[in-house]
């Protein structure tokens, strides 16, 4: 055997993204108006980034291209190097709200998934209770959606989507029904799960202020037909939102809006 061959082949990095030329246009009033107009972009494997934009510049557009549920005019969407066709087990999808089935108790809304994927009925509960430990929902397994309040729901669709172990998250203002009280927690639950499960985390957000607490980079879109812009976040984690190059931070994003 030679030397080389007794070395460990480094893991392979997964859950890399890269957006190439994507265009997409929807009618109105009887016209063909562009949203998002040649997007290129590579995210990196594990990499968390923000999206932010004024309302109808096209989010939610790129969030569904990416995961799958609609296509580009032009274009295309590459996960790992191979271009995607359509919805993909590697990649989770987190909505505004948990969208929970009712008649079932939190351990089986999110063991369910799994068993769908065909993983056994004992090895999905076991999975599915270490993702809902992980959310800090353990004393919760037997209740049902209804007996939870808005950011335990939101808790459950999280340990929902981690537990089919995606590569990718991609969260379309996952926090943006919660009161503010409960979405500062949930932003600190989300940096944690981030960091501990290692996905590449896609995020959509109208709150500037939760895009530097969460991501690398900010991916700002416009209405205006303007190019999209991205801003790097480079400060320390944890975040500290009191921190001077914080509160910087959100004076530069705000201005990229006009607003101060
Ligand atoms: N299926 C569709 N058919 C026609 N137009 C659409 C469709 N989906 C989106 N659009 C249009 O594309 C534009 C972008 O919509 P999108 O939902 O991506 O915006 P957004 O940035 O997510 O906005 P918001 O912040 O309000 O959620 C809007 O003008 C919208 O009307
Ligand atoms: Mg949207």
Same mark, same amino acid.
């Given at each position: 055997?030679?030397?080389?061959?007794?070395?460990?082949?480094?893991?392979? /990095?997964?859950?890399?993204?890269?957006?190439? +030329?994507?265009?997409?246009?929807?009618?109105? *009033? $009887?016209?063909?108006?562009?949203?998002?107009?040649?997007?290129?972009?590579?995210?990196?494997? +594990?990499?968390?980034?923000?999206?932010? $934009?004024? #309302?109808?510049?096209?989010?939610?557009?790129?969030?569904?291209?990416?995961?799958?549920?609609?296509?580009?005019?032009?274009? &295309?969407?590459?996960?790992?190097?191979?271009?995607? #066709? +359509?919805?993909?087990?590697?990649?989770?999808?987190?909505?505004?709200?948990?969208?929970?089935?009712?008649?079932?108790?939190?351990?089986?809304?999110?063991?369910?998934?799994?068993?769908?994927?065909?993983?056994?009925?004992?090895?999905?509960?076991?999975?599915?209770?270490? *993702?809902?430990? @992980?959310? %800090?929902?353990?004393?919760? &397994?037997?209740?049902?959606?209804? *007996?939870?309040?808005?950011?335990?729901?939101?808790?459950? +669709?999280?340990?929902?989507? !981690?537990?089919?172990?995606?590569?990718? @998250?991609?969260?379309?203002?996952?926090?943006?029904?919660?009161?503010?009280?409960?979405?500062?927690?949930?932003?600190? &639950?989300?940096?944690?799960?981030?960091?501990?499960?290692?996905?590449?985390?896609?995020? /959509?957000?109208?709150?500037?202020?939760?895009?530097?607490?969460?991501?690398?980079?900010?991916? /700002?879109?416009?209405?205006? $037909?303007?190019?999209?812009?991205?801003?790097?976040?480079?400060?320390?984690?944890?975040?500290?939102?009191?921190?001077?190059?914080?509160?910087?931070?959100?004076?530069?994003?705000?201005?990229?809006? %006009? !607003?101060?």
């Amino acid at each position: 055997m030679t030397r080389e061959a007794t070395i460990p082949a480094a893991p392979t /990095v997964r859950g890399e993204v890269a957006l190439r +030329g994507l265009s997409k246009s929807f009618p109105l *009033q $009887g016209r063909l108006r562009p949203v998002l107009r040649d997007i290129d972009l590579e995210i990196r494997a +594990g990499e968390a980034l923000a999206i932010v $934009g004024p #309302s109808g510049c096209g989010k939610t557009t790129l969030l569904r291209l990416l995961a799958g549920l609609d296509t580009p005019d032009r274009g &295309e969407v590459l996960i790992d190097a191979r271009p995607i #066709s +359509g919805v993909g087990t590697e990649r989770a999808v987190i909505y505004q709200e948990p969208r929970l089935l009712p008649w079932l108790t939190v351990l089986d809304n999110v063991a369910f998934g799994l068993e769908l994927r065909g993983v056994s009925h004992a090895e999905a509960r076991a999975r599915a209770r270490r *993702q809902i430990e @992980l959310v %800090g929902l353990g004393a919760f &397994e037997a209740a049902y959606p209804r *007996q939870l309040s808005g950011g335990m729901a939101q808790r459950v +669709g999280i340990a929902r989507a !981690l537990a089919v172990q995606p590569e990718i @998250l991609l969260l379309d203002e996952p926090l943006g029904a919660l009161d503010a009280m409960t979405k500062l927690t949930m932003q600190e &639950e989300l940096a944690r799960i981030w960091r501990e499960q290692k996905v590449t985390m896609i995020l /959509v957000t109208h709150d500037l202020e939760e895009a530097i607490f969460l991501a690398d980079r900010v991916l /700002v879109l416009s209405t205006d $037909g303007s190019a999209p812009t991205t801003i790097p976040v480079d400060l320390p984690r944890p975040r500290d939102r009191n921190a001077p190059e914080f509160v910087a931070m959100r004076r530069t994003l705000m201005g990229k809006f %006009g !607003l101060h």
